[in-house]
């Protein structure tokens, strides 16, 4: 009987992605490092981004809503007075005569709470003690109040009341500043209007 020869099979050669080197960790952690150093950074930006965005919609938000309330006071006022500035705070009246009784109106930026303020009253009848509520805050300025005349040749025919003031709103890198200088026009005023202290009691009533 004749043998047959037993060939001895060949050992198995182990695949390519049996292993990794240690170089090759270092080099996939390395990238994976930038990658996410990349995507945080991203993140952040946007993140700071947004919350500007949303600090200069207050800060007009604040604004429009004031500006909306006192177009219509000033609008119908029948005299304006001499803006001032009395210690650190800033100060304008104006009258309206056009209703039952005259009404008057004193508006005020307080710079230490850096917040815009008024408060009413009828002249006729002075009270002792006068809240002031409040319109905005966080609001700067250096002139916030100016009263412009009518001009001699008729061009502009009513006395006209110039707020210029900045709304700040957030802090630090996400804080957000808006400017904003808006005239309003007294319809009920004319080049004979002379009331320069008109309702200044209003600034010294008790609070």
Same mark, same amino acid.
């Given at each position: 009987?004749?043998?047959?020869?037993?060939?001895?099979?060949?050992?198995?050669?182990?695949?390519?992605?049996?292993?990794?080197?240690?170089?090759?960790? &270092?080099?996939?952690?390395?990238?994976?490092?930038?990658?996410?150093?990349?995507?945080?950074?991203?993140?952040?930006?946007?993140?700071?981004?947004?919350?500007?965005?949303?600090?200069?919609?207050?800060?007009?938000?604040?604004?429009?809503?004031?500006?909306?309330?006192?177009?219509?006071?000033?609008?119908?006022?029948?005299?304006?007075?001499?803006?001032?500035? &009395?210690?650190?705070?800033?100060?304008?009246?104006?009258?309206?005569?056009?209703?039952?009784?005259?009404?008057?109106?004193?508006?005020?930026?307080?710079?230490?709470?850096?917040?815009?303020?008024?408060?009413?009253?009828?002249?006729?009848?002075?009270?002792?003690?006068?809240?002031?509520?409040?319109?905005?805050?966080?609001?700067?300025?250096?002139?916030?109040?100016?009263?412009?005349?009518?001009?001699?040749?008729?061009?502009?025919?009513?006395?006209?009341?110039?707020?210029?003031?900045?709304?700040?709103?957030?802090?630090?890198?996400?804080?957000?500043?808006?400017?904003?200088?808006?005239?309003?026009?007294?319809?009920?005023?004319?080049?004979?209007?002379?009331?320069?202290? &008109?309702?200044?009691?209003?600034?010294?009533?008790?609070?």
């Amino acid at each position: 009987m004749t043998r047959r020869a037993v060939r001895p099979r060949p050992a198995e050669r182990p695949g390519r992605d049996a292993g990794v080197t240690l170089i090759e960790v &270092v080099v996939s952690m390395s990238i994976m490092a930038v990658f996410m150093t990349l995507f945080t950074v991203g993140l952040l930006q946007i993140s700071k981004s947004a919350a500007r965005n949303q600090a200069i919609a207050d800060a007009q938000s604040q604004v429009g809503i004031a500006f909306l309330r006192l177009d219509k006071e000033v609008r119908y006022a029948s005299g304006i007075s001499r803006p001032a500035r &009395v210690g650190s705070d800033f100060y304008v009246e104006w009258i309206n005569t056009g209703q039952t009784d005259p009404q008057c109106t004193v508006l005020r930026l307080n710079t230490s709470a850096r917040q815009l303020q008024w408060r009413t009253w009828n002249p006729k009848e002075l009270p002792e003690v006068l809240p002031w509520l409040p319109l905005t805050s966080d609001i700067e300025a250096t002139e916030p109040f100016i009263r412009i005349q009518p001009t001699p040749n008729g061009s502009y025919r009513f006395q006209r009341l110039r707020l210029n003031f900045v709304a700040v709103s957030g802090l630090g890198e996400k804080q957000a500043r808006k400017a904003t200088d808006i005239t309003f026009t007294a319809l009920n005023t004319s080049a004979a209007t002379n009331t320069d202290d &008109v309702c200044h009691e209003g600034r010294s009533l008790p609070s």
